[in-house]
């Protein structure tokens, strides 16, 4: 498609759309209605229809008429916060209004409409620019990963500046290149021209020409190019005067940039003196202070020492940027800060009274905490990986390519072995550079750039990301060797010699990959593909067309890697991005369609760098592919599951009121962390958890019989002292019946429980379930008088073999499917069935738990929603009913549910040898409490940065 025909393309769709706006009833838009207003379109403009495809204007009506949002989700705190934000008040927003119809040529209205509604909640929760006195609010905005952070931040700052902030900070990472971006982003969405060295050449993009009032043109001080931070240079000439209009500062967190901007601040902005400490502050001008990716380099990592009243150290030092932000934050007197982050695990680790004389408090998020929810179009974690289930991962999208063709099977040799060193020569075989998992990812690369040129999406960019070294050497051989096997394929394509090979090659991948996966999508989500689907030839045309426009790059956090897609605007820049850990976290790769994984480094960082895979694939998705290791496709599930966890707590604390220092008490306890503190150890360190209000599961078992017959020997112990059973245990659910097969005992002795878990091995990666430590917290609480009366049950009826564990006590073993294969244990994707966690519940606490689940429930598709509202309680309300009760159900923080299960290994799929004996495995749902009570988990850091590496 040419540049005018893309121009064409959008200006047919920005009608249609106003014309498909004004139906009666939307649910009626369809794809004979909208030929017949792209009809009426063209006739008016008979231009318009020259070189359209028509089916790709198409899919993308249907894509924006399909899409929904779903409902955000905030904790905020009122302390010292006077509400201001009325309908009158937003009256003539210029700065908003522009960014809104700029937005309007890409985005579906119901796009918009959400990230208004969203924008506006974080708005009201800052502080009204033009209140009298001092104030301070310190928020945080969960959002997805990639999930459109920067499109979110930049309408607060169009809200913020329309509504009288006037210094305007975003700390945008901590590389040139993302700076960069961040910066060319903002120019596009607020200041409306092209940032240079020069102001006196404006040259109007974005909103500006939408509005290009030079009334209104916000002032900049850093610009879009490799230099353009803020500098001493700068410093010199720049004199801030209270005027009408704002500006813009992007800057990298970075010591000295931060330092600099700091005492400018302090030296040239300050127009008063503090009275009780003598500092110089700005009291005239409101400052908003964006902080994206705020879980990376703002929170202070050093140990701040409180007193026994909870009093903080006022002479602690904090680590440099965290130090250099808040000194900025408290040079203003009127000042609201917001951090953005997908991965807020350390920032509500941040001391909600940390806080020291020279920088004032600390960046907990004490005034609110937003989670933003995603549209139905965006795919994250949770599309990809699905969820846990009893049958292995269940509702992921089939676009993960398991790799294991990239060493040898020592580990050691190879093309690219886990532990090669700066020295490194990848080489797969003799006489083959690349491994045959990177040469099929590189033609599903091609195959999707053609694919996409046939939808109406050539002018658009593709890109694919190569992330398997962080050394920079060895980046450059794997540049050199795709370049080469790059080059080679375009000269037999296009040269139509010894080409035979290559197109076999690639027609295998096209019938055999992406045929099946587009229908597998289509049937998933039919707004996310194409209905249409090309002959071969015309595939492999327009393959050969595209191939020439392949660039390989490498990517090492220079600017001048970020700055190419804007050069390429309406011509779409093909890209193979080979990049390491410099690859600047939270750079958006535009049109990524094909990622190829292997571990670089340190675990968290890969895992983080992995995530920019996610995000919006508007008509494409079917044409992306992951391709990873089975490792790190296990510790993503494991991060989908935690972060999801999280999420629903949140969403319970939300419906009941609960406040940011609330969340961050929970949170600081949570054994999810057992997980994530692994991912991003800094030193060896042990934990203070609470297991309270918590369902922990074994879903990591052994394979060594000795230890199985070991567990197996301790459930027999614990069975066989527990009395006589309710057989087939039977509960009533609001007008039905729940039924087990199986067997419960009721009024049961923590000593039993205690005596189990002490007998009882778990494996060493069950991250959250470690026996040891669940006995010494049972028996610490059953001395205040909690958990000291247990349910115990042995949930039956599985498709395995009928085995009988103490006499008199037999059941049908369960089927659970290895989800993965690994040598050193059996991994299972869930083993509870969610409805088995309310087993000791009556009917009053089963319908009080499915209210509060029904009230804390939001619409997220991001969360593999299907839209529709809960049947059944979670496991939070359920936890929370049983321990706190509520107005006609008592309260019962003495009962945990300890949950036992007999797998079948026959049934396991998973290599166990004939004669095993079954696996025993347990679940234990903890009711939740207000005690308090932490026992320590130590953290065996020595082996685990041996093999993963430190987050340092």
């Not at 549209?375 to 269940?394: L, T």
């Not at 075989?429 to 053609?450: H, K, M, Q, R, Y």
């Not at 929970?666 to 503190?677: A, C, E, I, N, R």
Request: charged content about 25%; overall charge negative.
């Amino acid at each position: 498609m040419t540049i005018t025909a893309d121009t064409h393309s959008q200006k047919v769709i920005k009608f249609v759309q106003e014309l498909l706006l004004d139906h009666e009833d939307r649910s009626d838009v369809t794809t004979s209605l909208i030929a017949e207003k792209i009809s009426l379109v063209i006739s008016m403009n008979p231009k318009w229809g020259e070189g359209l495809n028509r089916n790709a204007v198409t899919d993308e009506l249907i894509r924006r008429f399909s899409m929904w949002t779903g409902q955000d989700t905030a904790l905020t705190s009122d302390v010292d916060h006077v509400a201001w934000l009325t309908s009158a008040r937003k009256q003539d927003w210029r700065y908003w209004q522009r960014y809104r119809e700029w937005l309007e040529r890409k985005l579906s209205p119901a796009a918009v409409d959400a990230l208004n509604n969203s924008t506006d909640t974080i708005l009201e929760q800052l502080e009204d620019p033009r209140r009298d006195g001092s104030w301070d609010r310190r928020g945080l905005v969960v959002g997805h990963v990639q999930s459109g952070k920067t499109g979110n931040y930049t309408g607060l700052i169009c809200k913020a500046a329309d509504a009288g902030y006037k210094i305007i900070i975003v700390l945008a990472g901590l590389h040139n290149n993302l700076r960069s971006q961040t910066q060319m982003r903002l120019d596009e969405g607020f200041l409306g021209y092209e940032t240079k060295p020069a102001q006196d050449d404006i040259r109007v993009i974005g909103v500006g020409e939408i509005d290009g009032d030079p009334a209104i043109r916000p002032n900049y001080v850093t610009n879009r190019t490799d230099k353009g931070d803020f500098s001493t240079a700068i410093a010199r000439k720049l004199g801030i005067t209270p005027e009408q209009r704002p500006w813009l500062f992007v800057v990298k967190k970075n010591k000295t940039v931060l330092e600099r901007l700091y005492r400018w601040i302090r030296n040239h902005v300050a127009d008063t003196h503090d009275s009780e400490t003598g500092r110089k502050v700005v009291t005239r001008l409101p400052l908003l202070l964006i902080d994206d990716e705020a879980d990376h380099a703002s929170v202070d990592t050093g140990e701040q020492w409180f007193d026994a009243e909870g009093n903080p150290d006022d002479e602690h030092q904090p680590t440099a940027i965290n130090s250099r932000i808040r000194k900025i934050l408290n040079s203003f007197s009127k000042a609201s800060y917001v951090g953005y982050t997908a991965t807020p695990f350390a920032n509500i680790f941040i001391h909600e009274k940390g806080a020291t004389r020279e920088e004032g408090p600390d960046l907990f998020p004490s005034a609110f905490i937003i989670n933003l929810a995603a549209s139905s179009n965006y795919i994250g974690p949770a599309k990809v990986f699905g969820h846990s289930g009893p049958d292995g991962r269940e509702g992921g999208v089939p676009l993960v390519r398991p790799v294991t063709d990239y060493s040898k099977e020592d580990g050691r040799g190879g093309w690219m072995p886990q532990k090669h060193n700066v020295a490194h020569t990848p080489l797969h075989d003799v006489g083959t550079a690349l491994p045959p998992s990177l040469v099929e990812a590189i033609d599903a690369f091609l195959l999707s750039c053609a694919l996409r040129d046939i939808r109406g999406q050539g002018t658009d960019h593709s890109s694919m990301l190569i992330h398997v070294t962080r050394f920079n050497s060895v980046q450059k051989h794997v540049h050199d060797q795709v370049n080469e096997h790059v080059r080679h394929i375009r000269q037999r394509l296009q040269r139509r010699v010894d080409h035979e090979d290559i197109i076999q090659r690639l027609q295998t991948v096209w019938e055999h990959d992406f045929i099946p996966t587009t229908q597998a999508i289509l049937t998933i989500a039919p707004d996310q593909a194409s209905q249409h689907e090309p002959a071969w030839e015309d595939v492999l045309q327009a393959l050969t067309d595209n191939i020439g426009d392949v660039q390989i790059r490498m990517i090492n956090g220079t600017a001048k890697d970020a700055l190419d897609y804007s050069d390429h605007k309406g011509v779409g820049l093909k890209v193979i991005a080979v990049g390491g850990d410099k690859l600047a976290r939270g750079l958006t790769l535009e049109g990524l369609c094909i990622s190829y994984f292997l571990r670089a480094s340190r675990m968290y960082d890969t895992l983080m760098q992995m995530g920019r895979w996610f995000g919006y694939r508007p008509g494409y998705l079917d044409l992306c592919r992951l391709y990873t290791t089975p490792e790190l496709c296990e510790w993503f599930e494991h991060i989908t599951d935690a972060a999801e966890e999280l999420r629903e707590e949140f969403d319970l604390m939300a419906a009941s009121n609960g406040t940011p220092r609330d969340y961050g008490l929970k949170v600081q306890s949570h054994p999810v962390l057992m997980v994530t503190s692994r991912l991003k150890m800094r030193s060896a360190r042990s934990l203070m958890l609470s297991f309270s209000g918590q369902l922990l599961e074994t879903v990591s078992l052994f394979r060594d019989e000795m230890i199985l017959q070991q567990n197996l020997n301790a459930a027999k112990q614990l069975l066989s002292g527990l009395g006589r059973p309710e057989k087939d245990p039977s509960r009533k659910r609001l007008g039905s019946q729940q039924n087990w097969t199986g067997f419960l005992w009721s009024n049961i002795d923590a000593t039993h429980i205690v005596e189990f878990l002490s007998s009882y091995r778990t494996h060493p990666e069950a991250h959250k379930v470690n026996s040891t430590l669940l006995a010494e917290f049972i028996q610490s609480m059953a001395t205040g008088n909690e958990l000291t009366q247990w349910t115990v049950a042995l949930v039956g009826g599985g498709e395995g073999e009928n085995y009988e564990i103490v006499d008199g006590i037999s059941v049908s073993m369960l089927k659970r499917k290895a989800n993965g294969q690994f040598e050193d244990r059996y991994a299972i994707g869930r083993l509870l069935s969610p409805r088995d966690e309310a087993i000791d519940l009556d009917e009053a606490a089963w319908a009080e738990a499915l209210k509060l689940t029904r009230e804390a429930w939001k619409n997220d598709p991001a969360r593999a929603s299907d839209g529709k509202g809960p049947e059944v309680p979670n496991g939070p309300a359920i936890r929370r009913v049983r321990g706190f009760g509520s107005q006609n159900v008592p309260a019962h923080p003495e009962r945990g549910v300890l949950l036992i299960y007999a797998l079948d290994p026959d049934k396991a799929m998973s290599g166990f040898r004939k004669g095993t004996p079954p696996v025993i495995a347990f679940g234990i749902s903890f009711p939740g409490s207000n005690s308090g009570l932490k026992v320590e988990y130590k953290i065996n850091n020595v082996g685990w940065e041996l093999e993963y590496g430190s987050a340092n």
